[in-house]
């Protein structure tokens, strides 16, 4: 299973060919893990009711599972791991926390919260690169 980032979303929307493609191919076998946060964060930016709507509908079709306690996981595992020093952030915090809890992988675009993660929780990309 797979959890996408914000930051994927965002490109996946726009219609990114190189995120696009491997993520409606992800979505197609149901291979990702829908969290609040993240859809929390995409209603945040939408511009219109279109977009809401559209962003709605993505979050309907996806997988969920037990979020309860992800937060208070996500400040300890910030904590202990100094993730704040680090430039991450507590929803940076509650995805690695999430990853963990449901043995899946993490695909992100965002730098700082690829640095802390090792190859294997990470999502292989490797793919979409030129």
């Known amino acids: 299973m797979i959890i996408v980032d914000t ?7 726009r219609g990114n060919e190189n995120i696009f493609s491997p ?3 992800e979505l197609e076998n149901q291979n990702i893990i829908g969290l609040e946060c993240v859809f929390g964060e995409l209603l945040q930016g939408a511009r219109n009711k279109k977009e809401n709507s ?4 993505y979050w309907n079709t996806l997988t969920k599972h037990d979020e309860k306690g992800l937060w208070l996981e996500a400040g300890m595992i910030s904590a202990e791991e100094k993730y704040y020093s680090k430039g991450i952030g507590l929803i940076d915090a509650f995805l690695i926390a999430a990853r963990k809890r449901f043995n899946a992988t993490l695909w992100s675009l965002d730098k700082k ?3 802390v993660l090792s190859k294997h929780e990470k999502y292989d990309s490797s793919f979409m690169l030129n």
């Open 54 to 57: 559209l962003i709605i509908e």
């Open 7 to 13: 930051s994927i979303w965002i490109e996946f929307f």
């Open 113 to 115: 919260l690829l640095l």
């Open 23 to 25: 993520l409606k191919g």
